[in-house]
């Protein structure tokens, strides 16, 4: 299709459960982002994929988040031991290509609450 | 990734008032630089972009040209409608990765 899918829109998860969050890439692009959307408006990085390479992971705190990007399955995003702090609109975005110009389509977005 | 600096908001502003919203970012090189648009509940869209110096991007009557000297990418439109109530995000683009400003909340009152 030509919309990233992210799936589900809201989680809601207690303070040390699993979050696991999904999103479809746009068909035909290599390229997969996700970003965090944490008080009010900052995005901060969190990793990308080169297709099901990670490409960079300079952004992932590396004790509870790991992501994933395999053939024919959409990528996904999970969180161990969630904490209250993790609590964001977890956003994906697809490209075709990195090279000068290529803009980024991003998803509407997985809005988790930790309580 | 690249750091950017972009006008502080909240913005109020009537219908048909002139917006401006300032961008600068510092870089080695040459990004290119985007405008994301952030609706209320919604994810980023594309609102413009330049790939060079002295590009100007456009779209829905927002404009903002690529400035090499000052290494700003400031964001204008010449009369904004309500529907243009939105969080407007500047972003450099370098390599894979997209560094993106504070944001900034606009709202336009009728």
């Known amino acids: 299709g030509e919309e990233v899918a992210q799936t589900p829109k809201h989680l809601v998860r207690g303070e040390g459960q699993k979050a696991k969050l999904y999103c479809a890439p746009i068909k035909g692009h290599s390229y997969v982002f996700w970003y965090q959307q944490v008080l009010k408006n900052e995005f901060k990085f969190l990793i990308s994929f080169q297709n099901e390479n990670v490409f960079d992971e300079t952004g992932m705190p590396k004790e509870r988040f790991s992501a994933k990007c395999l053939p024919n399955s959409p990528c996904s995003l999970e969180i161990q031991a969630t904490k209250l702090e993790d609590s964001a609109v977890y956003f994906c975005?697809?490209?075709?290509?990195?090279?000068?110009?290529?803009?980024?389509?991003f998803g509407s977005g997985t809005r988790l609450t930790v309580v | 990734g690249d750091s950017v600096t972009q006008m502080e908001g909240p913005v109020t502003l009537s219908e048909e008032a002139f917006l401006t919203i300032n961008c600068t970012y510092t870089a080695t090189g040459y990004p290119s630089l985007f405008w994301y648009v952030q609706y209320p509940g919604e994810g980023l869209q594309l609102l413009l972009k330049a790939t060079k110096a002295d590009d100007k991007g456009s779209n829905k009557g927002f404009e903002a040209t690529y400035r090499k000297e000052t290494t700003s990418f400031h964001l204008e439109k010449g009369s904004v409608q309500v529907s243009d109530s939105a969080v407007y995000f500047c972003a450099p683009l370098r390599g894979p990765q997209l560094s993106f400003g504070a944001g900034t909340t606009v709202t336009v009152r009728a």
């Open positions: 975005a697809s490209s075709q290509s990195f090279r000068q110009g290529g803009g980024y389509t």
